[in-house]
């Protein structure tokens, strides 16, 4: 079956970087749209930025997250930049059913497949 499976996620300090990568297996990321989600404590899931050749990004991330796609590795990417307390959350990385993220991207019923997700902690 389809796996997607995440990785990077750590304890960082405020100020502080991370990638965080999603692997596929048994499904081509190329062609389809790949979105990252989080999900913090109390709080429900949310958009933090799709790929699908163009990019879209939440507006708490623009200009800190890069998100990227290697399609050789099958492998997506979220360069996470001047983390902040705020980020800390459960991170997913999802994709299937549309090719395009269009200005619906933060919709998770979007998305057929998803990972398991990687914690990342941003504390001093």
């Known amino acids: 079956q389809v796996q997607l499976v995440e990785s990077g996620g750590d304890l960082v300090q405020p100020g502080g970087s991370l990638r965080l990568s999603c692997e596929a297996s048994?499904?081509?990321?190329?062609?389809?749209?790949v979105a990252w989600f989080r999900q913090a404590p109390g709080k429900e899931r949310e958009g933090v930025s799709c790929?699908?050749?163009?990019?879209y990004y939440a507006d708490s991330v623009k200009g800190r997250f890069t998100i990227s796609r290697d399609n050789l590795k099958n492998t997506a990417y979220l360069d996470m930049n001047n983390l902040k307390p705020e980020d800390t959350a459960i991170y997913y990385c999802?994709?299937?059913?549309?090719?395009?993220?269009?200005?619906?991207?933060?919709?998770?019923?979007?998305?057929?497949?998803w990972g398991q997700g990687t914690q990342v902690t941003v504390s001093s």
């Open positions: 999802a994709t299937g059913t549309n090719r395009a993220c269009s200005r619906l991207w933060n919709s998770q019923g979007r998305y057929r497949y």
């Open positions: 048994r499904f081509a990321l190329d062609g389809y749209a």
């Open positions: 790929f699908d050749g163009l990019i």
